[in-house]
Antibody, heavy 121, light 107 residues
Framework: QVQLQESGPGLVKPSETLSLTCTVS????????WTWIRQPPGKGLEWIGY???????NYNPSLKSRVTISVDTSKNQFSLKLNSVTAADTAVYYC???????????????WGQGTLVTVSS | DIQMTQSPSSLSASVGDRVTITCRAS??????LNWYQQKPGKAPKLLIY???SLQSGVPSRFSGSGSGTDFTLTINSLQPEDFATYYC?????????FGQGTKLEIK
């Protein structure tokens, strides 16, 4: 079955760029949408954005000016970049498959295990 | 943005109990509602999609209902492994928002 695994630095300095990669195994990244979600310690879930396998992104307006999500079908990976980070960006970052029905409904499954990124000098 | 409000925020129950968690949306959204379960230190897991469809592999004691603005997640005959935090999530319009979570604890 499809599995996702996040990777990237666990510590980023303020004002720098957070970069994470999600590697998809057990299936092709093609024909699906892929999403990033984050969860600050002890808090709820925030959708960051998604990208289609064709490379068309959609971002949360609250982060849009700082976020870039891209896909590399040759490596079966998609990536997240968040620039100008502050302590408020400290969170566990999850990648997930964004499954879409023909009726337009969609849901997130499966999820990666998550990776904690701390923003600190 | 569509605001999702869950109630209660926390809930104490015993093994064998039946519990219901409610999720209310700030605007109507048909059945574009999903439910997830999250255990400490783990990623959320999909339980219910499109308001009432049970994800493959999820026990049948979990069920979802509702449409429009009001939705419920019901767990029949609570098992020890069900004590976790539950989130609703709307997929009607971006940005896709989650409820604040309901923490289900053992009484």
């Amino acid at each position: 079955q499809v599995q996702l695994q996040e990777s990237g630095p666990g510590l980023v300095k303020p004002s720098e760029t957070l970069s994470l990669t999600c590697t998809v195994s057990g299936g092709s990244i093609s024909s699906y949408f892929w999403t990033w979600i984050r969860q600050p310690p002890g808090k709820g879930l925030e959708w960051i954005g998604y990208i289609s396998y064709r490379g068309s992104p959609n971002y949360n307006p609250s982060l849009k000016s700082r976020v870039t999500i891209s896909v590399d079908t040759s490596k079966n990976q998609f990536s997240l970049k968040l620039n100008s980070v502050t302590a408020a960006d400290t969170a566990v970052y999850y990648c997930a498959r964004d499954l879409r029905s023909s009726a337009g409904t969609h849901w997130f499954d499966p999820w990666g295990q998550g990776t904690l990124v701390t923003v600190s000098s | 943005d569509i605001q999702m409000t869950q109630s209660p925020s926390s809930l104490s129950a015993s093994v064998g109990d039946r519990v219901t968690i409610t999720c209310r949306a700030s605007q109507t959204m048909s059945s574009y509602l999903n439910w997830y379960q999250q255990k400490p230190g783990k990623a959320p897991k999909l339980l219910i999609y499109v308001a009432s469809s049970l994800q493959s592999g999820v026990p049948s004691r979990f069920s979802g209902s509702g449409s429009g603005t009001d939705f419920t997640l019901t767990i029949n005959s609570l098992q020890p492994e069900d004590f976790a935090t539950y989130y609703c999530q709307q997929s009607y319009s971006a940005p896709y928002t989650f409820g604040q979570g309901t923490k289900l604890e053992i009484k």
